[in-house]
Structure formats: structure tokens, C-alpha cells
């Protein structure tokens, strides 16, 4: 098996995230789903959090599974906001209004 982190693997991923419509959300898991590894979403994050050597990419757009955002990205409540995003409480998407549905 490649290196779970390969180039590839992280352009492929960062194409994905880049397919987010405005004003929904994913998941992690979803995007490890969409890139072929479903059980590697703890690696989604990772490759999230160095997107910036990659390029611009809507990243605040990523969400746990119960639609926590991140702790440690700062801006990214506001930004899901200002897309128009409604939040269940203070740090949580309202997943039923806003995920994406890839099906």
C-alpha cells in the first residue's frame, strides 16, 4: 500500500473539499469515503490542516461527524456563518439543514 499521505492522496482529497457547495457541510468521514479510504478519516484532518501549502481550499466547509467544528480554527465558525450556515448550538452545524448530500 502507498503512503496513506501521498501527494496524490492529498490532491485527491483537497479536490473533493474543494466541491463543497456553499452553504453546506461534510463530514470527514464522507470525504474519506468519497477518496476511496473509509476508515482513514483521521487523516482528512491532517491533510486539512496543511492545506494551506496546497492552495486556497474551502476547508472551514469539514465537519466531525456530529457537525463539531474544529477547535483550534478560529475563523471557521464565522465563516460558516457568513455562507448562510445555522448552527444547533455554539459549536455544532445543524447537519439536517446544511451536510452535503453526495448520494
Known sequence: MSNILSEDFIYLVLSIVEEI???FVATYGQIASLS???KNARFIGKIL???DFYGKY???RVVNHNGRIAPHFKEQKDLLLLEGIT???DICVDLKKH???IE
Open 36 to 38: 476511496g479510504r473509509p
Open 49 to 51: 490542516g496543511m492545506s
Open 58 to 60: 474551502p476547508c472551514h
Open 87 to 89: 448552527f444547533k448550538d
Open 21 to 23: 457547495p456553499v452553504g
Open 99 to 101: 451536510k452535503w448530500n
